[in-house]
């Protein structure tokens, strides 16, 4: 596909994830518009790559596909329902992605909604972070109709290392992004747990880091948030507050469906503490720092206060 028969792209929500995965597409020649609910994001983004929107409608106005990387499905159906909304300004064809991780029932009802309004819902939840973002290396997990997907999938291939393509229905790619985060964040807390309690043990965490991620134990959230640790550094790469969210709606799954998850329940509990301990916006590696503040344990860069915004 030659540049100008690429179809023009809008990106609602220019956050880590959002601007990585914007940049991405017009790094391969997409024409693309870029809107966030902060104009000087949108300054940014089109001071680099050209193209801003001052609004939804505007944002809208020309795209043929339009990828929402917002937080979750609230904002998800603000931003295509609410005042000024998408619905009320996307072209009559258009295909939305959406990218937020939510409970499958509710990316069902969205998929409706779009439907309805004759355009497209492609459900195309992500993993990765804001690197492979970046990168246009994303795993995506994506599931809607066909007609919708094969529009869709060359700015689905640039976005992503790994596409895959799991069914015909809104909902499906949802599920599997679910499961995704039940191990995440359980990985995520037991790291956390893990490297406190190697410093309870008087080890060096650094060579902890070192032989854990070439031993069995190892896991890719250990061997990518532990370095935050190690650092002191907590500025958010990925919020608690997302996992908060995301072990919430496997709760909230788990009640439904009479199936126990106990093991995301305790690490829930522990994103919760964490944000009531005022590190909600702080990176997730966080839980460490509560299990250090309950234990009366110094990690690097102490004291394991909340970062200033």
Not at 24 to 46: I, Q
Not at 128 to 157: I, K, N, Q, W, Y
Request: glycine fraction near 10%; charged fraction near 20%.
């Amino acid at each position: 596909m030659t540049t100008k028969d690429k179809p023009r792209v809008s990106v609602i929500g220019l956050g880590s994830m959002g601007y990585g995965m914007a940049q991405s597409l017009a790094r391969v020649g997409f024409p693309v518009t870029g809107y966030d609910a902060r104009p000087e994001v949108v300054e940014k983004f089109a001071a680099e790559h050209g193209t801003g929107a001052a609004s939804l409608a505007e944002a809208a106005a020309d795209a043929e596909i339009i990828v929402l990387v917002v937080v979750n499905a609230d904002q998800t159906q603000q931003v295509l329902l609410g005042e000024g909304g998408l619905l009320g300004s996307a072209k009559p064809d258009a295909v939305i992605v959406s990218c937020a991780t939510m409970a499958p029932e509710r990316a069902r009802a969205l998929a409706g909604l779009v439907a309805a309004s004759g355009r497209h819902y492609v459900d195309a939840p992500i993993s990765g972070g804001a690197v492979r973002a970046a990168e246009g290396a994303l795993t995506m997990l994506v599931s809607g109709p066909p007609a919708a997907l094969d529009r869709a999938r060359p700015v689905l291939d640039a976005l992503s290392a790994k596409l895959y393509l799991l069914g015909d229905e809104a909902g499906i790619g949802a599920s599997f992004k679910i499961v995704n985060q039940l191990l995440a964040g359980v990985h995520i807390a037991a790291a956390s747990e893990a490297i406190v309690f190697a410093k309870r043990l008087g080890l060096d965490i650094d060579r902890v880091y070192e032989v854990i991620t070439a031993s069995a134990g190892n896991s890719w959230m250990f061997e990518n948030r532990i370095p935050h640790v190690l650092e002191g550094d907590y500025t958010p790469r990925s919020a608690v507050e997302i996992f908060t969210k995301d072990l919430g709606i496997i709760a909230d799954i788990s009640r439904s469906e009479k199936f126990a998850t106990p093991i995301a329940s305790s690490a829930l509990q522990m994103f919760l503490m964490t944000a009531a301990a005022g590190m909600g916006k702080d990176d997730d590696a966080s839980v460490a720092r509560l299990y250090a503040q309950i234990a009366g344990i110094e990690l690097p860069g102490s004291p394991n206060s909340p970062t200033k915004d």
